[in-house]
């Protein structure tokens, strides 16, 4: 009887060892993440990633065209939203890089969706941005500021990085150099691991 005893207890302390383990394994397993986010470069350092990607507002505003358009239609995609105006200055620097990015980034990967929150005209802002060599945006204009109040902005510019499902996973406040090679490279790379 005191073997069987034993090995009773040593089965016991074995089975319990190894459920410690196996929970320890799994709990591990569930703190990792499938896919780790891609890190901004240098060139991007005001693009901060957001702690857990949350569901953006779909505000409208007006598109190409006078359209009344939301985020929503932009699903699918990732879309960089960059709210500017005419008269702050980052913002008018920045329009060009920002053209140029989304040219540079594979066509239906990215739409960068710089929208004119100075309460002006499309006519206005398609003016503005040819002048500014930013052309080869379309033009968006919010005239009732409602992405300002939305994002809760309080300075411009201000770009928002959503992800194909509708979800802001990155904010820049300020500008950044959109379209240094390293920052097209790490859209390039974040919008390929969609494809």
Not at 54 to 76: N, Q, W, Y
Not at 115 to 138: C, M, N, P
Request: aromatic letters at 6%; charged letters at 20%; proline letters at 7%.
């Amino acid at each position: 009887m005191p073997v069987t005893l034993a090995r009773s207890r040593l089965l016991t302390i074995a089975v319990a060892l190894g459920a410690i383990a196996l929970v320890a394994v799994l709990y591990g397993i569930s703190r990792l993440t499938v896919h780790a986010p891609l890190k901004p470069p240098a060139s991007l350092a005001r693009l901060v990633m957001a702690d857990r990607a949350r569901p953006v507002a779909d505000v409208a505003f007006e598109g190409p065209g006078g359209k009344r358009l939301t985020l929503g239609e932009f699903r699918g995609r990732y879309v960089l939203l960059n709210l500017w105006a005419t008269w702050c200055a980052p913002c008018v620097r920045e329009l060009p890089a920002l053209a140029a990015l989304e040219q540079r980034v594979p066509q239906g990967r990215l739409s960068v969706v710089a929208v004119d929150v100075g309460r002006g005209t499309i006519s206005d802002a398609a003016q503005f941005l040819k002048s500014h060599g930013a052309e080869k945006l379309d033009v968006y204009v919010d005239p009732d500021i409602a992405l300002m109040r939305a994002f809760g902005a309080y300075g411009l510019p201000l770009s928002v990085l959503i992800d194909p499902e509708g979800r802001e996973i990155a904010r820049a406040v300020g500008p950044a150099d959109w379209s240094a090679k390293d920052s097209v490279r790490y859209f390039e790379r974040l919008t390929a691991a969609k494809s």
